[in-house]
C-alpha cells in the first residue's frame, strides 16, 4: 500500500468518523429538545465541530433528522436487491429482519423517539420506507411473474411494511420470529 493510499484511507475514515458523531450528536440533541428547537449551532456544538461542518456533511436539519433512518432504508433495499442467488425475495427479507434486529442500538432508539415525537418526520420516513417496499413490490413480481400492479405482490409488499415498521417499536427477538413467520404464512396463500 502506498503512503497516498494510506493518506486516503485515513482521511476516508476520519470522515466517516466525523459524519457519525455530527448524526449521534443530531439525535441526542434532536430527542432532548426536539426537531424545531434544535439549531445547527447546537448539533456543531455537541459533535465538537463547526456549524459549517454539519451543513457541509448535512445540507439540512432534515437531512440530519433523518440520516439514521435513510441508513436503515438503505440496508434493506441492498439486502433485497443484491441477494445471494437462489435466494428468494422472503429470503432476503428474513435474512435482514434477522440481522438488523438481533440487537437495538442507542441510535436506532433515540432516531424512533424522535420519529414518534414528530408527525412530519414520522411520516417523511414512512414515505421513504414506501419507496423501498415498492421495489420490493417490483422484485417479488419479477420473480412470480406477475405485474407490480396485481393484488398477490401489493399484498405482500403491505405485509412486509408494516412488519419492518412494527419491528422497529419491537425488536425482541419473539417477534421477529413471530413476523418472519406471519409473511411467510401469508405468502404461501397468495394466488
Known amino acids: ?16 468518523k466525523r459524519r457519525d458523531a455530527i448524526v ?19 448539533i456543531a ?10 451543513t457541509l456533511y448535512f ?14 432504508t438503505s440496508e434493506l433495499a ?15 427479507l428474513e435474512h435482514w429482519l434477522r440481522t438488523r434486529f438481533t440487537e437495538t442500538t442507542e441510535l ?16 417523511l420516513a414512512n414515505s421513504r420506507l414506501a419507496e423501498v417496499i415498492q ?13 407490480p400492479d396485481d393484488f398477490a405482490p401489493r399484498l405482500a409488499a403491505a405485509a412486509a411494511a408494516g412488519i419492518v415498521s412494527e419491528l422497529c417499536h419491537s425488536p425482541e ?3 421477529v420470529e413471530a413476523a418472519i413467520a406471519f409473511i411467510r404464512a401469508g405468502v404461501a396463500t397468495l394466488p
Open 1 to 16: 500500500m502506498t503512503s497516498d493510499a494510506r493518506q486516503d484511507g485515513l482521511r476516508e475514515r476520519g470522515k466517516a
Open 24 to 42: 449521534r450528536a443530531a439525535l441526542k440533541e434532536f430527542a432532548d429538545r426536539g426537531f424545531d428547537a434544535t439549531t445547527i449551532a447546537d
Open 45 to 54: 456544538a455537541e459533535a465538537e465541530v463547526s456549524p459549517r461542518t454539519v
Open 59 to 72: 445540507p439540512s436539519k432534515l437531512d440530519l433528522a433523518l440520516a439514521h433512518f435513510d441508513g436503515f
Open 78 to 92: 441492498a439486502g433485497l436487491r443484491e441477494r445471494p442467488e437462489g435466494w428468494t425475495i422472503l429470503d432476503a
Open 108 to 123: 436506532d432508539e433515540l432516531s424512533d423517539r424522535i420519529l414518534e415525537a414528530d408527525p412530519r418526520l414520522k411520516g
Open 135 to 147: 421495489e420490493g413490490t417490483r422484485l417479488f413480481a419479477e420473480e412470480t411473474g406477475s405485474s
Open 173 to 175: 427477538p419473539e417477534n
